[in-house]
C-alpha cells in the first residue's frame, strides 16, 4: 500500500493532512479498440476459507502496536493515524462502519506492543494463549476491596460480592475513569443500549448507584456522588484495581 505523508496536526502551517491512498490491486490499462492490447483479467474470487458452520464475516478488527512516544518520534500521533485510516476505509468501502479504541497496560509492561494490544483487546488466540502460560493466582486477598478487570469480578475482604453485570459495568466505567466526574447521562448513554426496557433515566442511575454501594459495604465511599453532577471514583488506599492483559480502555477517537 502506498501512502501518502502523514504530517501531525501540530506542525507549522504546511498543506493539509491527506488521508493514506489505497491501492488494492495492480491497474490494468485498456487501449483504444483494435490495439493490440493484453486482456484484462476479471479480479481473483477472495479465497474460501474453512469458517465454523453457521457463520459469516462481518468485519475485521487491525491491532496495531504504537505507544504515543514511539508515534510521535516518526512524527504523527494515534489520532491522526486512526483518522488517515478511517478516511482510507471511507475510499473503498464507504458504507463501511469504524469503531476505534486505544488498549491500555501499566506503566513499564514488557513484551511487544502488537502483543500487549491484542490481549487488552480480548483478541482471542491472545488470551487464550495468556491463560496457558500464567498460573492461576490467589483467590484471597488480605482485606479492602479488589476490582478485578480482567475477570470482571469484585472481591470485598477476601470473598466475591455477588455483583450483577451491570452493577460491575458501572463499577468498572468509573474506575477506568479515575479521578473524573462522570456525569448521569453519559452513564445511561455509554451502559445501556437506546431503547432497553430496562434503561434508566438520567435520575434512576441513582437507585443503580444505591445498589451497587449496598453491595460495597463498608467501603461504599469508594465511589463518589458529586452533587449536582454525577459519580467519580477516586484512588482509594483500601482498593486494589488489577487491570491483567484483558483490561477494556477508555474510548480516545
Do not use: C
Amino acid at each position: 500500500m502506498s501512502t501518502t505523508a502523514l504530517l501531525d496536526r501540530t506542525s507549522a502551517p504546511a498543506a493539509p493532512v491527506r488521508h493514506l491512498r489505497a491501492v488494492t490491486a495492480p491497474v490494468t490499462t485498456v487501449d483504444a479498440p483494435g490495439a493490440d492490447a493484453p486482456a484484462v483479467e476479471a479480479p481473483a474470487a477472495p479465497a474460501q476459507r474453512n469458517l465454523p458452520p453457521g457463520t459469516a464475516p462481518r468485519g475485521f478488527a487491525l491491532y496495531v502496536g504504537l505507544d504515543e512516544v514511539k508515534a510521535a518520534a516518526a512524527g504523527v500521533s494515534l489520532p491522526l493515524l486512526v483518522d488517515a485510516l478511517r478516511r482510507t476505509i471511507a475510499d473503498l468501502a464507504p458504507n463501511a462502519e469504524t469503531y476505534a479504541t486505544v488498549a491500555l497496560a501499566p506503566v513499564g509492561a514488557g513484551g511487544r506492543d502488537v502483543d500487549v494490544v491484542r490481549l487488552a483487546l480480548h483478541e482471542p488466540s491472545a488470551v487464550a494463549r495468556t491463560k496457558q502460560e500464567e498460573p492461576e493466582d490467589d483467590e484471597r486477598t488480605a482485606g479492602g476491596v479488589v476490582v478485578d478487570i480482567s475477570r470482571k469480578r469484585v472481591l470485598i475482604e477476601g470473598e466475591s460480592a455477588a455483583f450483577t453485570f451491570k452493577e460491575f459495568e458501572l463499577l468498572q466505567y468509573l474506575v477506568l475513569r479515575e479521578g473524573r466526574t462522570i456525569e448521569r447521562n453519559e452513564l445511561v448513554s455509554s451502559l445501556w443500549q437506546a431503547g432497553d426496557d430496562d434503561a434508566p433515566g438520567e435520575r434512576t442511575i441513582d437507585v443503580h448507584v444505591r445498589r451497587l454501594r449496598a453491595k460495597l459495604g463498608r467501603y461504599e465511599d469508594i465511589v463518589r456522588t458529586v452533587r449536582g453532577v454525577g459519580y467519580r471514583f477516586d484512588r482509594h488506599a483500601d482498593v486494589v484495581i488489577r487491570y491483567g492483559h484483558g483490561t477494556p480502555s477508555p474510548d480516545r477517537f
